[in-house]
């Protein structure tokens, strides 16, 4: 992990390159977490995060599913649905500035049964199915993304 200071600098200047996991159920439900921070604060969003530099994608996905779903799966469990541009007015600080992300979306179905969900990123979780997703307000027009193609 950088800095913060560094981290700052460096969403100020350059895109993020991130893993969006769109987790299903058994049922076909998808996963969402009400965002602690910004940017997208206060919206539902699927769980993912950054990929950290000289981390290659497939370890960035078990320490990722790790951090974000409380269990290790392997990017092989996966399919990859493609890259998305997010881009938000707002960043983790509060300065003035705005954030780039180029999300990789990775569809995974899971057993409900093995998640530990964390409250560091997301303090609330909910399982919706899509056509309820797409209808809600409070879903984040870029998690929505993942269900539009």
Not at 11 to 23: C, G, R
Not at 30 to 40: C, D, I
Not at 54 to 66: G, H, I, K, V
Request: aromatic share 14%; with cysteine; hydrophobic share 40%.
């Amino acid at each position: 992990m950088l800095p913060f200071n560094t981290f700052k600098t460096v969403i100020e200047n350059a895109p993020l390159i991130s893993i969006d996991l769109i987790v299903y159920n058994q049922k076909g439900e998808v996963l969402l977490g009400k965002r602690n921070n910004r940017p997208a604060q206060g919206y539902w969003f699927v769980p993912g995060g950054r990929i950290q530099k000289d981390e290659p994608m497939a370890m960035a996905f078990r320490r990722l599913t790790l951090n974000e779903l409380g269990a290790e799966f392997c990017i092989s469990q996966a399919d990859f649905i493609g890259h998305f541009e997010h881009f938000y007015a707002d960043n983790v600080s509060t300065e003035k500035f705005s954030t780039h992300y180029i999300a990789l979306g990775y569809k995974i179905v899971i057993d409900t049964s093995v998640l530990v969900l964390p409250v560091e990123q997301h303090n609330l979780y909910q399982w919706l199915d899509i056509n309820s997703l797409l209808a809600h307000d409070s879903v984040h027009q870029h998690s929505k993304w993942y269900f539009n193609k």
